[in-house]
């Protein structure tokens, strides 16, 4: 197999959230197939210093602030895109993630759940709307309007391919995080209609659904910050991993290049799990 089938050189990346660790390694891992990447993020200063260590390394890298829920924001990282790189080939929507407001406190319901809230406890009963709003607003607006606004851009070049971040939690829902589950699960779906409706216009759509990977937003339901060590969950989940750690960015690097690239040219609508077996494993 010719290794120019997964190369993307010529191409131009756009990663939303690049600012984050995972959206920094998938950046990284376009880029040393060839790609200029483009990493745009709420948080300039992250944008800009992630892009800059690619740079150093001989990457064609820009920093871009963006904010994914925003259309004159989107439009504006759009122009500054074409108008530094040429043009846009590749879309990856990485911005998303939980809240550990929209996250209730334990994974079953209690009649004491039904009572009226205290400080100490934030059941399903007790998640405040705006809380559920945000998380479902990040992950599927937050994936929505960059592909309406970079899929336009591709289909007027003639053609590109977006990739999305769903989880294994839109099929397999966690226990404390409904507002996340569900709103991966759009994703999912989303990925699906738009494979569909963007293929005329010679646009792939597909998704890489992440087991656990650590992050800065699900640290804290993993890992102890006083011992260092795992939280019961952090436990539970590992018991459950047939391959027995969590994922690291690097993990997500073949899956990615694998659908950017000409390697998946007949794939579209597709959502891949890497998530060390998790969802294949009943846990008995």
């Known amino acids: 197999m010719s290794e120019d089938l997964f190369g993307l050189t010529g191409k131009t990346a756009v990663i ?14 376009l880029a040393e197939r060839g790609a200029a990447v483009a990493l745009l993020d709420i948080r300039e200063d992250a944008a800009v ?8 390394g001989g990457v064609r890298a820009i920093g871009v602030p963006c904010d994914v829920l925003d259309d004159k924001s989107l439009a504006a990282a759009a122009a500054r895109v074409v108008g530094d790189l040429g043009r846009v080939d590749i879309l990856v929507n990485a911005a998303g993630g939980n809240s550990p407001a929209a996250t209730a406190s334990r994974a079953g319901a209690a009649p004491a759940d039904l009572l009226d809230a205290d400080a100490g406890r934030r059941t399903f009963f007790d998640l ?20 309406r ?15 999305n971040i769903s989880s294994l939690a839109a099929s397999r829902p966690l226990t404390r995080v409904p507002a996340y589950a569900a709103a991966k699960a759009g994703v999912a779906n989303f990925t699906q209609w738009l494979a569909t409706h ?10 890489i659904a ?6 800065e937003q699900n640290r804290f339901l993993l890992t102890d910050e006083k011992t260092g060590g795992l939280t019961a969950r952090g436990e539970a ?15 997500l690097a073949g899956a990615l290049v694998w659908l950017a690239s000409d390697a998946s040219s007949f794939v579209t609508g597709a959502v891949i799990p890497v998530d060390g077996g998790f969802s294949a494993y009943p846990g008995v």
Do not use: K
């Open 16 to 29: 939303t959230g690049g600012g984050g660790v995972l959206g920094g390694a998938m950046a990284l891992a």
């Open 49 to 56: 210093q992630a892009a800059r260590g690619l740079a150093a």
């Open 128 to 147: 405040e709307t705006a809380d559920l709003r945000a998380v479902f607003d990040l992950n599927v607006l937050g994936t929505f309007l960059p592909c």
């Open 149 to 163: 606004t970079f899929g336009r851009e591709m289909g007027q070049r003639g053609g590109g391919v977006i990739v």
């Open 198 to 207: 963007l293929a005329p216009l010679r646009i792939r759509v597909n998704a």
């Open 210 to 215: 992440p087991g656990f990977f650590l992050t």
């Open 237 to 251: 989940v590992l018991a459950h991993t047939p391959l027995a750690r969590f994922g690291s960015g690097r993990d």
